[in-house]
């Protein structure tokens, strides 16, 4: 797991996770509007006890590569991906949230145009996708100006605070690994 931080700008970088981010972990992730678009391990509302699971390793490995988004010195957001075991190593999903303070500035396009290809090169990866609720129309606009390609939804895919919705997944794609190319199956 990288262990060094990842610069996006002069005040912002993706960092390891630390206990001490506690406090500004629950400020930021305790928002209705945060959690809708992520999955239901990230709770509403968000306590000091689920942040404290979160920072132990509890509810997503953390030695995958998952980082905080520190902004101005405080974490403000998180970004990680999990990468897919046996015959989908070479695959992986990723996922990302930023307080909401920080919303609406081009801070995640920015962030995902450095962790998506940081990510593909790191874990040699062919393959990183990206699921969207349906409503989520910002995240999709991230995806879409970083080159993913929009594949397909998933109709009634995701049941989310009582309301079913469909999943559009979005993926970047090579065949290519330092220039060797692995034949694909057609
Ligand atoms: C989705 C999210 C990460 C976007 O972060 P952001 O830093 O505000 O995004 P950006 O400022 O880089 O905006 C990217 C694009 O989306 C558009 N956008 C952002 N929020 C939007 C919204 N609520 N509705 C419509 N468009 C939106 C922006 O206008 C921009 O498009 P443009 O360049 O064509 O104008 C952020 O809103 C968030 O953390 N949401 C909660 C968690 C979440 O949904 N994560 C994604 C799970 S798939």
Not at 53 to 78: N, T
Not at 82 to 109: C, D, K, V
Request: charged share 30%.
């Amino acid at each position: 797991m990288q262990r060094h931080p990842i610069d996006i700008a002069d005040n912002i970088r993706l960092r390891p996770w630390r206990i001490e981010d506690l406090d500004a972990l629950v400020r930021h992730a305790d928002d209705a509007q945060v959690s809708r678009g992520v999955s239901d391990r990230f709770p509403s509302p968000y306590t000091r006890a689920d942040g404290e699971s979160f920072l132990a390793g509890r509810v997503i490995d953390l030695e995958h590569p998952v980082f905080a988004i520190e902004i101005d010195g405080e974490a403000s957001g998180g970004i990680g991906v999990h990468p897919g075991r046996g015959e989908r190593r070479a695959s992986a999903e990723f996922g990302y949230w930023l307080g909401r303070a920080w919303w609406g500035r081009g801070l995640m396009t920015r962030i995902v145009g450095v962790f998506a290809p940081w990510a593909m090169r790191e874990l040699r990866l062919h393959r990183l996708q990206a699921g969207v609720l349906d409503f989520n129309i910002g995240s999709a606009r991230v995806l879409l100006k970083n080159g993913f390609v929009e594949e397909g939804t998933q109709r009634c895919a995701v049941l989310k605070r009582e309301r079913l919705h469909d999943l559009r997944i979005f993926a970047k794609t090579r065949t290519r690994l330092d220039g060797e190319e692995v034949a694909d199956a057609s």
